[in-house]
C-alpha cells in the first residue's frame, strides 16, 4: 500500500515537487500551513510530511525548525533537495509582447527582478498569496498576464510556458525535511540534525561542543545560531553532522556534548539526499 | 550638516524605523533595493545605508549578506535592532466588523494568521508587495479592507490604527547593518562581522577557527553556515563576536585565523546596539 505524505501545499508547488521525488508512489496529501503537516503527523493520520527546511523561497524554515524544536515527537526521516527553478507561464494563446501583469510571491518576484526590467520592462509586477495562486491569478487577469510559479503548476493548469529559468541568481536550491514519528534506520550514510542551547552565555562553549564532533573526524554541514524567542542575546544552536546517532562516533559525541548543554534536541538521523541514489535509503542489514 | 542615510525604503518601511533609531536628524533617502543602497553607499551619493541583515520580514537578509561578500569597499559600521510590532490599520471611519480583505505582504499574513483566523474570520487574506503598499491596497479597495503594516505608516498615511502588537509570535526583532565605506572606531563595547570559506572540506577547520577566538575569551555571538551558490556542499561561514578588529585578543585572533582559511572578509567592526545607550557610539579618545 501506497505510504500516505502531507505535504505544505496546495498541488503545484516546490514542495510537491520534492514529494514526487521522494517517493513517486506516495499517495500525496496537501495542508496548509507547515505546523498542520506536523500536527497531522503527531495525529497519526499521516506516516510522514514534507515541508521546506533551508533556503526555501517562501520564507517559511523558521515555521519548520521551530515546529521541530516545540514537538519532541516529530523527527526527520530524510531528506529532498530540490533545485529552484522559476517557470513563466500565461494563459494559452498570450502574446509575451502584450503581457501588463506579471503575478507571483513578492519573493519569486524580486528573484526574478532583473529578468522582468529587461524582457518585460511594459510589465507591473504584482503580488499574490503564493506562486501556485499566481497562475490563477493570471488567468484571471482582465488584462494579458503573466505567473511566475513552478514548473508543477504549469503542469496541473492549462497554460503556455512562455520560459524557464527565469530567476536572476542561476542557482537556487531548497532543502526539505521528511517528517515522521520516527527518524531512520542506519543506512551508511547518514546525517544527524541537532539543537542545542547553553543555561549560560560563556565564551567558547559552543566550540567545546563542536570539538566532540571534529575531535573525532565527524564532518559538519551545517552550525547555525538563531535567536530564542526570549531575548535576542539568547541563541539555539542547530548543527548538521555527518553519521548516525547510533553509530560510533557519532554516538560517543552526542553522549559527550550532554556536559555543558541544557537542552539537546536529536531532530534525527536519516540518509543524506543523492540525486541519482536511492532517496529513501535501505536500512542495513 | 545632517548625513545623508540611505535606505530600503519605501517610506513607512521598518528599515525607516530603524534610521529614525540610529540618527534621527539624518537626512533620508528611500532606495528601493539593498543592492541600489549599496551601491550609492559604494559611489559616494551616501555617507551610510541601512539595510536589514537578521531576521528580516521581507526575506531580504540574503541579498545583504550577499552584497557584502561580493563589494569589499562596503562595510559595516553600526547595527540597529528594532522589535517588529504588526499593527492593524485601514480608512479612518471603517467599521472593523465588516472588513471584507486583510491586505499585507504574505509574510506577514502567515505571521498574523491565527489572529485575523480568530478576530476577522469573515475577512479574506490578500496579497501586496509589501507591507507599506499593503495600506495603500486597503484605502484604495472597493469594499471594507484593512492592512497589516509597520506603525510608521499608520503616521504617514490618513488612516485608523484598529489593533497593535497582532503578530502570533509576539517577540521578533529585525537586526539591521548600517553600510559605509569604513567601519567604526573602536568604542569599548564593540562587535565584529567576519565571513570565510575553506579550501578544502575537512572535519574541524570550522572548529579549529572558532577555537581562535574561544581560547583568547572571545565572546561568540552569531556562527552560520550558508551554502555557496556554486553547490550545495561547499559553505561560506559568518560569524559575529566581540571585540574591534584593531584591539586585541580581537586582532591577534584574526591574524591566527588567516592559517587554513581560503577566503576571509572583515565585514566591519562597531558598537554593538543597546536600546538605551548612544545608538552610533563614540570614537575612544
Same mark, same amino acid.
Given at each position: 500500500?501506497?505510504?500516505?505524505?502531507?505535504?505544505?501545499? =496546495?498541488?503545484?508547488?516546490?514542495?510537491?515537487?520534492?514529494?514526487?521525488?521522494?517517493?513517486? !508512489?506516495?499517495?500525496?496529501? =496537501?495542508?496548509?500551513?507547515?505546523?498542520? %503537516?506536523?500536527?497531522?503527523? %503527531?495525529?497519526?493520520?499521516?506516516?510522514?510530511?514534507?515541508?521546506?527546511?533551508?533556503?526555501?523561497?517562501?520564507?517559511?524554515?523558521?515555521?519548520?525548525?521551530?515546529?521541530?524544536?516545540?514537538?519532541?515527537?516529530?523527527?526527520?526521516?530524510?531528506?529532498? %533537495?530540490? @533545485?529552484?527553478?522559476?517557470?513563466?507561464?500565461?494563459?494559452?494563446?498570450?502574446?509575451?509582447?502584450?503581457?501588463?501583469?506579471?503575478? +507571483?510571491?513578492?519573493?519569486?518576484?524580486? &528573484?526574478?527582478?532583473?529578468?522582468?526590467?529587461?524582457?518585460?520592462?511594459?510589465?507591473?509586477?504584482?503580488? +499574490?498569496? !503564493?506562486?501556485?495562486?499566481?497562475?490563477?491569478?493570471?488567468?484571471?487577469? @482582465?488584462?494579458?498576464?503573466?505567473?511566475?510559479? @513552478?514548473? #508543477?503548476?504549469?503542469?496541473?493548469?492549462?497554460?503556455?510556458?512562455?520560459? #524557464?529559468?527565469? &530567476?536572476?541568481?542561476?542557482?537556487?536550491? *531548497? #532543502?526539505?525535511?521528511?517528517?515522521?514519528?520516527?527518524?531512520?534506520?542506519?543506512?551508511? #550514510?547518514?546525517?544527524? !540534525?541537532?539543537?542545542?542551547?547553553?543555561?549560560?552565555?560563556?565564551?567558547?562553549?559552543?566550540? $567545546?561542543?563542536?570539538?566532540?564532533?571534529?575531535?573525532?573526524?565527524?564532518?559538519?554541514?551545517?552550525?547555525?545560531?538563531? =535567536?530564542?524567542?526570549?531575548?535576542?542575546? &539568547?541563541? /539555539?544552536?542547530? %548543527?548538521?553532522?555527518?553519521? $548516525?546517532?547510533?553509530?560510533? =562516533?557519532?554516538?560517543?559525541?552526542?553522549?559527550?556534548?550532554? &556536559?555543558? /548543554?541544557?537542552?539537546?534536541?536529536?531532530?534525527?538521523?536519516? @540518509?543524506?539526499?543523492?540525486?541519482?541514489?536511492?532517496? *529513501?535509503?535501505?536500512?542495513?542489514?
Amino acid at each position: 500500500m501506497a505510504r500516505t505524505l502531507g505535504f505544505l501545499g =496546495p498541488s503545484g508547488t516546490y514542495t510537491e515537487e520534492a514529494c514526487l521525488l521522494y517517493d513517486p !508512489s506516495a499517495e500525496l496529501r =496537501p495542508y496548509p500551513t507547515i505546523t498542520a %503537516v506536523g500536527q497531522a503527523v %503527531v495525529a497519526g493520520e499521516l506516516e510522514e510530511g514534507v515541508v521546506p527546511i533551508e533556503n526555501s523561497l517562501e520564507g517559511s524554515v523558521n515555521f519548520t525548525l521551530d515546529l521541530l524544536i516545540s514537538q519532541p515527537s516529530l523527527f526527520i526521516k530524510g531528506e529532498v %533537495v530540490v @533545485p529552484i527553478e522559476h517557470y513563466l507561464m500565461a494563459k494559452p494563446g498570450t502574446d509575451p509582447a502584450k503581457i501588463k501583469v506579471v503575478y +507571483s510571491h513578492p519573493q519569486a518576484l524580486a &528573484q526574478c527582478r532583473e529578468y522582468l526590467e529587461k524582457n518585460f520592462p511594459q510589465a507591473e509586477p504584482m503580488a +499574490s498569496l !503564493s506562486t501556485v495562486l499566481a497562475v490563477s491569478d493570471a488567468i484571471a487577469s @482582465p488584462v494579458p498576464a503573466a505567473a511566475i510559479a @513552478p514548473r #508543477r503548476a504549469s503542469e496541473l493548469n492549462d497554460v503556455d510556458v512562455l520560459d #524557464r529559468g527565469i &530567476q536572476d541568481v542561476a542557482a537556487n536550491v *531548497t #532543502r526539505f525535511a521528511v517528517l515522521s514519528l520516527s527518524d531512520h534506520a542506519p543506512t551508511g #550514510r547518514d546525517k544527524t !540534525s541537532m539543537a542545542f542551547t547553553f543555561d549560560v552565555d560563556t565564551p567558547g562553549l559552543l566550540y $567545546h561542543a563542536l570539538g566532540e564532533f571534529a575531535e573525532r573526524g565527524i564532518n559538519l554541514f551545517k552550525v547555525e545560531s538563531r =535567536p530564542t524567542k526570549q531575548s535576542l542575546g &539568547q541563541y /539555539i544552536f542547530l %548543527v548538521d553532522c555527518a553519521g $548516525h546517532r547510533e553509530e560510533s =562516533p557519532m554516538k560517543d559525541a552526542l553522549a559527550a556534548l550532554s &556536559q555543558p /548543554i541544557s537542552m539537546l534536541r536529536i531532530l534525527g538521523s536519516y @540518509p543524506q539526499w543523492t540525486p541519482t541514489g536511492s532517496p *529513501t535509503g535501505s536500512p542495513k542489514p
